[in-house]
T-cell receptor, first 115, second 115 residues
Framework: NAGVMQNPRHLVRRRGQEARLRCSPM?????VYWYRQLPEEGLKFMVY????????ESGMPKERFSAEFPKEGPSILRIQQVVRGDSAAYFC?????????????FGPGTRLLVL | AQTVTQSQPEMSVQEAETVTLSCTYD???????LFWYKQPPSRQMILVIR??????QNATENRFSVNFQKAAKSFSLKISDSQLGDTAMYFC????????????FGTGTRLQVTL
């Protein structure tokens, strides 16, 4: 059973470009969460999605950031017009629809560097 | 809003010794979950142990155990027989119970296991 998959693992963008981060949850998991980790800090919640629905986006910046989890395919975190302050590690986690919903399993993260 | 505090930015322990990492939290919720995650140099987030607040018995996973004091809102992690592979950042995290929900993380404790 493959774990949570994220790609790319490393992403370099110039200021003003767009960044697209992908997350495939564990098999059988329908809840996806995105977290951001700035250098030397803990993880901060961004958004929680279920298939085709955003459940909680209280941690998402109001501008330039968006997330989706379509019926088919991976969850996508999109950052438009990136700035240097967006440089961080972005982690995706998933949890199952039934059973022990509360435990979240993390992917390896995407390290975004904005030049 | 929930907050999680880890007051020890860095700790060191010799191989085979025991070390305890501290975590306190603040919440008005009565039902919740607490977690310890490990982040080694690879930066992958790995679940170490979880505790349900309604359970009085402290959780144990092999060399890892917790001391959960609900009234004091304290959730410390004890690592016995420390191994070099335990070197990592350790994050304490809180989650409300009931539905799949976001994790609130502390700022982490960097643990170095030495020979």
């Amino acid at each position: 059973n493959a774990g949570v998959m994220q790609n790319p693992r490393h992403l370099v963008r110039r200021r003003g470009q767009e960044a697209r981060l992908r997350c495939s949850p564990m098999k059988g998991h329908s809840h996806v969460y995105w977290y951001r980790q700035l250098p030397e800090e803990g993880l901060k919640f961004m958004v929680y999605l279920q298939k085709e629905n955003i459940i909680d986006e209280s941690g998402m910046p109001k501008e330039r950031f968006s997330a989706e989890f379509p019926k088919e395919g991976p969850s996508i975190l999109r950052i438009q017009q990136v700035v240097r302050g967006d440089s961080a590690a972005y982690f995706c986690a998933s949890s199952p629809a039934q059973g022990i919903q509360e435990t979240q399993y993390f992917g390896p993260g995407t390290r975004l560097l904005v030049l | 809003a929930q907050t999680v505090t880890q007051s020890q930015p860095e700790m060191s322990v010799q191989e085979a010794e025991t070390v305890t990492l501290s975590c306190t939290y603040d919440t008005s919720e009565n039902n919740y979950y607490l977690f310890w995650y490990k982040q080694p140099p690879s930066r992958q987030m790995i679940l170490v142990i979880r505790q349900e607040a309604y359970k009085q018995q402290n959780a144990t996973e092999n060399r890892f155990s917790v001391n959960f004091q609900k009234a004091a809102k304290s959730f410390s992690l004890k690592i016995s027989d420390s191994q070099l592979g335990d070197t990592a950042m350790y994050f304490c995290a809180f989650m409300k119970s009931g539905t799949a929900s976001k994790l609130t993380f502390g700022t982490g404790t960097r643990l170095q296991v030495t020979l």
